[in-house]
Nanobody
């Protein structure tokens, strides 16, 4: 079965950086677009970023563009999110998610999430 395990979250000061990882198993990782999404306290899910299968097309929410970088290593079945210049509004639980075959429109599986807390 599909497993997505996020790691790398933690407490960081505003302006700092974190790198999230998502270890994928149970499916052919290299064949699927992947996403990062987040949920801030008391709010709904927010899309953060998407990457295609080859890793050469990436998409970002305006709120993170220029600060976050999504990448993937298909040899390691791992998805990454490099987060720089973090702001307090980036505080959220971050989830990686697997595309449902729509190539960038929706997802059907996600992990348990990793908490990112940015102190101001």
């Amino acid at each position: 079965q599909v497993q997505l395990v996020e790691s790398g979250g933690g407490l960081v000061q505003a302006g700092g950086s974190l790198r999230l990882s998502c270890a994928a198993s149970g499916f052919t990782f290299s064949s699927y677009w992947m996403y990062w999404i987040r949920q801030a306290p008391g709010k709904g899910l927010e899309w953060v970023s998407t990457i295609n299968t080859a890793g050469d097309s990436t998409y970002y929410a305006d709120s993170v563009k220029g600060r976050f970088t999504i990448s993937r290593d298909s040899a390691k079945n791992t998805l990454y999110l490099q987060m720089n210049s973090l702001k307090s509004e980036d505080t959220a639980v971050y989830y990686c998610a697997k595309d449902d075959g729509s190539r960038g429109s929706s997802f059907d599986d996600w992990g348990q999430g990793t908490q990112v807390t940015v102190s101001s």
